[in-house]
């Protein structure tokens, strides 16, 4: 299905993914920054923001494929930039597996190459039937956002937190429920990691609540080309909360590429 996006600037191609029950505006810290240098391309994942919400469940590897068919819909087939934030490195990492000729750079945000813990998928699966039984996607939100940022966000930027609330309250239910079905059954990337030869950046969260940092060192030590980079002052949504050192990092990377 082809998706909703921002496409903006001059230069390489950047393509950047939301995390879960987001869309393509948490990039907006980084559209002004790094559009100024990069093509950069911001979809809405399937069933998030203004693309499209079909019923049913949302396989990463689906959600992966939206995004091969939006860059041949837009003819690239030069070699590109992915980076993905925790669902969006799903996709990312999905997308770096099976489709290694697309791309040129990864950046794994504040995300895991392993699967959801059972215990982890039953939560999904409780928190997805209880949205398809009452339609109300809150509960859903009211779980999962007050993990997403660190403390001093918390404290010192209310209307991040405000926006961040609008945004993932306006996901349509089918989608929530489906993306978490999806999520909950995703393949375990762990073993795929050396496979990926490209430079890659892992980026991560000091104060990450749902990410823990060995995991973070782990995944980049796994990958034969990776630097791992922690972003002080943040959580799980590093390039929002502290986007200055974000963009810092996300382009000495991008330039070490050229």
């Known amino acids: ?86 669902m969006g490195g799903y996709v990312a990492l999905s997308i770096a597996v099976r489709f290694p000729k697309r791309l040129r750079g990864l950046m794994l945000m504040n995300t895991r190459a392993g699967a959801d813990a059972p215990e982890t998928a039953q939560v999904r699966e409780d928190l997805a039937r209880e949205v398809d039984r009452t339609g109300d996607v809150e509960p859903v939100v009211a779980t999962m956002l007050p993990r997403l940022f660190a403390a001093e966000t918390r404290r010192a930027r209310p209307d991040l937190i405000e926006e961040s609330h609008r945004v993932m309250s306006r996901t349509p239910a ?13 393949p375990d990337r762990t073993a795929d ?42 959580g799980h949504l590093a390039p929002m909360e502290n986007p200055t050192a974000a963009n810092s990092a996300i382009l000495r990377f991008l330039g070490s590429l050229a």
Do not use: C
């Open 193 to 234: 990691l050396g496979r990926i030869k490209i430079p890659t950046m892992v980026l991560a969260g000091v104060s990450d609540a749902l990410i823990p940092m060995a995991e973070s060192r782990a995944m980049a030590n796994g990958l034969p080309s990776a630097e791992l980079v922690v972003i002080p002052d943040s």
């Open 1 to 86: 299905m082809l998706l909703n996006f921002e496409d903006d600037g001059p230069g390489p191609v950047v393509l950047l993914l939301h995390g879960l029950l987001l869309d393509h505006s948490m990039w907006d810290a980084q559209l002004g920054t790094i559009g100024s240098m990069y093509r950069v391309i911001a979809p809405d994942l399937r069933g998030h923001g203004k693309s499209a919400a079909p019923e049913g469940i949302y396989p990463v590897d689906d959600l992966a494929n939206d995004v091969i068919e939006l860059l041949d819909a837009l003819r690239i087939t030069e070699p590109i930039v992915i980076g993905g934030l925790s």
């Open 174 to 186: 089918r989608a929530v429920s489906g993306t978490l079905r999806g999520l909950a059954v995703r």
